[in-house]
């Protein structure tokens, strides 16, 4: 067997909590680190909140990706693809990955394959029916119905986010028909998945679900990636990136496809 199939492949998640940045000192620490076309982005939300988040997750991945690239900050370029993904233009196969909701921000980047993140709060006002029939399959709508009352949430938001961690890992967005692959959760533990037909092989596609903090949920998935990475976690407090090693809650776990 080649020996790259024995490397450990890494994914590294970054989160942090927006209430906890002091904006205006983070931006003067970082003065002219956000190119004009991220700080006009920034203020062409009308809402204080989401300009917040905005400047905070620009700052998140340059500086995460400056440090990990050894190049400064400022110097990053980024690109989309056609459906919205950024990638970095000098190293395009450095998969990266955000994720905003309401109190939480995070930043994924894998080693080895693509990567996609999705973070959620656990907001009962969100978790409807009427979005489920929307968005589900119906193999994933009708175990929907077969949850207690008090699980719904949970559960909702559980297929909610990985399927969005999927599309963001598979860079297709809504593209995608969001009923052409679906996730069995009827185990305890695991995570089942059936890809959208004729997709590309995804027998190295992987999922966590994670419960980082109490209020949120977060799904991830790292495609094409041959052995199941490893993950580490920080909750940080930009502008300081070392922070805290964070051991999120794994509430479930692919085998490997
Ligand atoms: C844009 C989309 C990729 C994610 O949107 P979202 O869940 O609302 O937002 P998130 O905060 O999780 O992710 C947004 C980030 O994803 C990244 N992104 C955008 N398009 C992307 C794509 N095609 N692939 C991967 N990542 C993408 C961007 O970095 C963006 O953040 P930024 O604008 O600050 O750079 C897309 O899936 C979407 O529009 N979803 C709408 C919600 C929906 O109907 N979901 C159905 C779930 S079952």
């Known amino acids: 067997m080649p020996e790259a199939q024995h490397v450990n492949h890494n994914v590294g998640l970054w ?152 599309l963001k890992a598979r860079g297709t967005g809504l593209s995608t028909a969001l009923d052409s692959f679906s996730f069995d959760l009827d185990d305890t533990h695991r995570i089942g998945f059936s890809a959208p037909a004729g997709a590309d092989r995804d027998h190295a596609t992987h999922f966590w679900l994670l419960r980082p903090f109490p209020m949120h949920l977060c799904a991830l998935c790292v495609r094409l990636c041959p052995q199941p990475p490893s993950l580490n976690a920080w909750n940080i407090a930009l502008p300081d990136t070392a922070g805290a090693a964070l051991n999120p809650a794994v509430l479930r776990q692919s085998i490997a496809y």
Not at 98 to 125: C, F, K, N, P
């Open 15 to 166: 989160f942090v909590d927006p209430e906890a940045v002091d904006l205006p000192a983070l931006l003067h620490a970082n003065g002219g680190v956000l190119s004009p076309d991220e700080l006009a982005r920034g203020d062409r939300f009308r809402a204080p909140v989401h300009r917040r988040d905005h400047l905070i997750t620009r700052l998140l991945v340059r500086t995460v990706l400056s440090q990990r690239l050894s190049l400064a900050a400022h110097t990053l370029r980024f690109g989309t693809n056609a459906h919205g993904r950024p990638y970095l233009l000098a190293q395009p196969d450095l998969s990266f990955n955000v994720s905003h909701t309401d109190g939480l921000i995070v930043l994924a980047i894998a080693q080895a394959g693509e990567v996609g993140v999705d973070v959620e709060r656990l907001q009962t006002d969100r978790a409807t029916w009427r979005l489920a029939e929307y968005c589900f399959a119906a193999d994933e709508l009708a175990a929907l119905r077969r949850v207690a009352p008090d699980r719904f949430d949970e559960t909702f938001f559980s297929y909610w986010t990985l399927k969005e961690a999927y």
